[in-house]
Structures are given as C-alpha cells and as structure tokens.
C-alpha cells in the first residue's frame, strides 16, 4: 500500500476525526447496534464497480483503524494502479458492527480520491508523448489540498505548489496593482524576504508580457488562455531568448483541448479540473458470507 507523507498522514487524521464525527455522532450506529450482536465477526470486500485509478487506501485503513482497531485491513492493490471494474482493492475482517459503522466514511475518502486520480489519468494519457506535465491547482476541497495533491499524483500528475507559502504566482491582480509593471513584479518577488530558491513566476495574457517576463528571468511563465499559435509563438520566444524558462499553460483547458496545448512545446500544462470537478470513482464495499 502506497504510503502518505508525514503532512499527509496528519491532514488525514484531521479528516477522519471530523467525517467520523458527523457520522457517528455521539450515539454511534443506532441501525447496527440493534441489528447485529456485538459478537458477530464479518468479512467484506472495497471493489472497483468501473474502471479507473485506485487512491486513498492509506485513509480507508485509518478510517477502520480509528473506528476499531482491531479491523483487519489489507489492501490487494497499490494506490495508482489502474483498476479494472470488479477489481478488489482491499478486505477488511473483523466485527461485524465495527465493518459497517466504518463503511461510508472509508468509501468516501476511496471514492473522490480515486475519482481524482481516474480523472488525471485520463489527462496525463492525453499529453503522453510530449514534453508536457500535467499539473493540479489550488483549486481543492477545503481541508482536503493536501490529499487531493496525493491523488493527483497517483494519477500521474504533478503538484505545482502547495499554497501561497511555498511559491511565488505572480497573476493578473498583482500586476493591477503594479500598474502592469510584469518586470518590476518579478524583481520584488525575488528581492523579498524569506524568498531566496523559491521559483518565481508570473502569469501573462499577450505576447508582449511574455517579453518582459523573458527579460526579467522568471522561472516560470503561465501563458493564461493563450490560444495554440499564440502559445507556439511564444515557446519559439522563449527558446531564442531565455531557454531555460519554463512556459506553463493554463485557462480552457479541457480534455478536448490538452492534446493541442502540449503539442506547442510548453513545459507544463496547470489544470484546476482535476480537484474541482472530478467525479467520485465508483466503489462498493460487498459484504462475504
């Protein structure tokens, strides 16, 4: 089984308490209380009812842990492998009563993170072949940034940065507030404190910007909503003129639409549909006598 970060891991715990609580509540599971005796054992199978991205088992196994500790939990396959429907992504054995009151809750962290790692599979398969990564966005679930970028990545995709801290975005509103000054925005950004090996970069919408931008050494250029030979364009500028600045594409960008932004020659191509709208992976847990 795939394992989290120590971050990850943390803002796991974090979920699992909160999603627990407002499942369980402070009675408990009323339904499997009055159904099943406290002694009861059982077996059930988490099972892939489509294809697609397995992510998330490290927190269906923290779910189970943290209901009881006594599940047994054993995963049959590795977050991001490709699940065919029907596959078995893990077991769980132990009390009957502990298996159901544990269900929803681990089904809900295997199925959006899942569906996050289908969905990003499905884009990184579009731009195979090119120099192009795909990349997610702020874009998340609140409180979830951190395990969504994990599924991201299980999906083969790549994380751009974290949040506000660890990286410098230098995007439209910025430069509003700079009179437009892309040069002088970048030279601030790498002058400030606290700064320094963070890379820069700044977001421009013509090729006039990208000028500058290539002027000021930026590390990174978000080509925003740039239409395909505006964006081959603007890769031949960059490789005249500051080759080792990376170009990134982002804004209309679909799965209709990747093929044509990765074949210009960009480096890396953002897309905030990956966590915003990716739908949840269908997966079952199917009880075994």
Known sequence: MTAFTPAEAAACHRLVEL????????AGDRTSSALIPADQPGRAAFVARTAGVAAGLPAAALVCAAVDPTIEFTPAVADGSRLN??????????????????????????????????????????????????????????????????AVRMGGGTNHRVGLYDGVLIKDNHLA?????VRRAVELARAAPGNAGLPVEVEVDTLDQL???????????????????????A????????????????????????????????????VGALTHSAPALDIALDYQP
């Open 235 to 270: 890769v031949a500028r960059r490789d005249a003129v500051s080759p080792g600045t990376k170009l990134e594409s982002s804004g209309g960008i679909n799965l209709d639409t990747i093929a044509a932004a990765a074949a210009t020659g960009v480096d890396r191509i953002s």
């Open 19 to 26: 999603a627990l609580a407002e499942d369980l509540g402070a």
């Open 85 to 150: 429907r029907g596959v078995v992504l893990a077991t769980v054995a132990g009390s009957l009563r502990s298996i159901l009151a544990a269900e929803r809750t681990a089904l809900n962290f295997l199925q959006r993170l899942s569906g996050v790692a289908s969905l990003t599979q499905r884009y990184a398969d579009a731009v195979a072949g090119t120099r192009a990564a795909v990349l997610d966005t702020r874009k998340t679930t609140p409180g979830w940034r951190l395990l969504e970028k994990y």
């Open 177 to 181: 507030g700079l009179g437009g000054d």
């Open 211 to 233: 000028e500058h931008a290539l002027a000021a050494k930026a590390d990174i250029v978000l080509l925003d909503n740039m239409p395909p030979d505006q964006m081959r364009a």
